[in-house]
């Protein structure tokens, strides 16, 4: 660990009370700042700004980053007008600090979970090539499943405790197409298994998958499923699963992205929809919900942070 992540857990008592007034996310917005930032809060008890707030200086319309960084801000005003851009609403300075975060809740698989619950001939998870960082595309007929380029990063840490990353540990994703449906059960795509793959997770905890923005179909709010296994030898069916649990998109940028035609009735379904009347994250969904950057002309990329129960 570098000495300056070190320092910040030996500031003093006074730095540690004053630490433990402060509410959950502004102590998580502090931790990201590093020394520097977490000193000069202390002396000065300046408030922490708005993550969600438009930055000054709009993010530059590159592609997706191959590494975990927020995008860069332009240095230089553009001759022409940018594509849509989105700002970021958490960007963390680095991926690679852990972050300690509560248990995320135990949610349902749906009822298109492609793990072998449902039987022998739908489980995705026996099929030769699912260990996969792209997963847009089909297996058995190589269709590729059309919409917005996302980047999904997601870190795997131990709940409480020293929230240590989960090295070696595998995740399972799954979501609808830009549609709405969900390969390998919907018709019309049930001969395809695009949208489903499995990652393990490196030894700073995070699996990377190359995907695109789900579509949102009526009755649930845009989301992916995940499920966590110990291990890769072990993602083979359900009854392995450490936890299974789903995230969730921000209402801005899904209004944005569904704009786009491919993505069908998802804008309509979406204004009828919330939060709060949302069948699976009603009940809370902070430790579920994405942070969203990038550009929806060059691809978004999505970050979540996992806190994994049990392990």
């Not at 102590?27 to 990201?32: K, Y």
């Not at 600090?97 to 509560?102: K, S």
């Not at 009854?239 to 940028?253: E, G, K, M, Y």
Request: charge should be negative; proline fraction near 9%; charged fraction near 15%.
């Amino acid at each position: 660990m570098p000495a300056d992540q070190r320092d910040l857990f030996d500031l003093g008592l006074q730095a540690d009370l004053a630490m433990m007034q402060q509410p959950l996310l502004t102590r998580r917005r502090l931790l990201r700042l590093g020394l520097v930032g977490i000193t000069t809060f202390l002396a000065g008890c300046t408030p922490m700004s708005n993550p969600a707030a438009t930055p000054t200086a709009a993010p530059s319309p590159t592609a997706v980053p191959t590494t975990a960084p927020a995008a860069a801000a332009a240095t230089a005003a553009p001759t022409t007008a940018p594509p849509t851009t989105i700002a970021p609403t958490a960007a963390p300075t680095s991926v690679a600090v852990a972050e300690c975060v509560d248990a995320i809740p135990r949610e349902t698989a749906g009822p298109f979970p492609g793990n072998g619950a449902q039987g022998a001939n739908l489980n995705v998870l026996s099929r030769s090539g699912v260990v996969r960082p792209d997963i847009r595309t089909s297996l058995g007929t190589g269709n590729t499943a059309a919409g917005v380029p996302l980047r999904l990063e997601l870190k795997l840490v131990r709940a409480g405790g020293d929230c240590a990353p989960l090295d070696g540990y595998a995740i399972y994703v799954w979501h609808c197409d830009a549609p709405g449906r969900y390969s390998m059960y919907s018709p019309g795509v049930e001969g395809e298994d695009y949208l489903r793959g499995v990652q393990a997770a490196g030894a700073d905890g995070i699996a990377v998958f190359q995907t695109i923005f789900p579509g949102c179909y009526a009755g649930r709010w845009p989301h992916i499923h995940f499920e966590i296994y110990p291990s890769l030898e072990q993602a083979t069916s359900a009854r392995n699963v450490v936890h299974t649990s789903q995230l969730a998109f921000p209402a801005d940028i899904s209004r944005q992205v569904y704009a786009d035609a491919q993505y069908g009735n998802s804008l309509r379904n979406l204004g009828q929809l919330s939060l709060e009347r949302d069948g699976v994250f009603r009940d809370g969904w902070e430790q579920q919900m994405a942070t969203v950057t990038g550009s929806i002309n060059d691809g978004l990329v999505a970050r979540l942070t996992i806190g994994v129960p049990g392990v």
